[in-house]
């Protein structure tokens, strides 16, 4: 395979549109004029910009990954995907019936249409009738065919742009980190408010080495006031 072949664990820059197959709706965009229709004209909203992601490792639905295994750099792609292999079938038991008491004990009025948060799952209001209200956690996008557009514009070598990507997918927070290529390692620098994230990074330790072959180093800010606390232990009385 060249290098303009796209393999498992590159990472590659694309601009892609997903629309609803049957109604042409967009419902998510990296290119400007789509955002402009999706947040209906109002572009100082819009911070349009390519999407950098690794093949293969769940940054991107797993047909549209698995799509793109094998395909060439600079080129445009458009997929159609199933309901079962983009957001899954309707699940009827993902429907639920909910006492309208448990909105009023929270100064909530329910209205058919709203999109409300429940213990971190988002479900929408079907209807509202006789004290029971009937929320649907399905995904909006479940049970629809799905039209991907993909322009893949690059393939992705700078590992700093690589971590970065991974950082923003897994961690979602502005963390500060250095890359040291000579030993291979990602230095991630925390700020004391954002310590309490490192038992949580940890945990992704493997999954950098295996996608991007480098260490991950936790240890400076800490391994410093350790190695200032020893040396104040340890200093001898003049």
Known sequence: MTNNTIQKNDFIEVDFTGRVKDTGLVFDSTVKEELQKLHHGHSHEINAKPFVFSIGNGMFLPSVDEFLVGKGIGKDYTIELLPENAFGKRNTQMVKIVPLKHFTQQKINPQTGMSLNFDGNIGKILSVSGGRVTVDFNNPLSGKE???????????????????????????????????????????DLEEKQKQFSQ??????????EIIGYDLDLGNADNKEEKTQKEKVSKPKK
């Open 146 to 188: 799905i039209v991907y557009t993909i322009k893949v514009i690059r393939k992705v070598d700078d590992v700093s742009q690589k971590v970065k990507s991974l950082n923003d997918f897994l961690f979602r927070q502005d963390f500060k980190f250095s890359v040291d290529k000579k030993n291979k390692k990602i230095i991630f």
């Open 200 to 209: 949580f990074i940890e945990l992704f330790r493997e999954k950098f080495k």
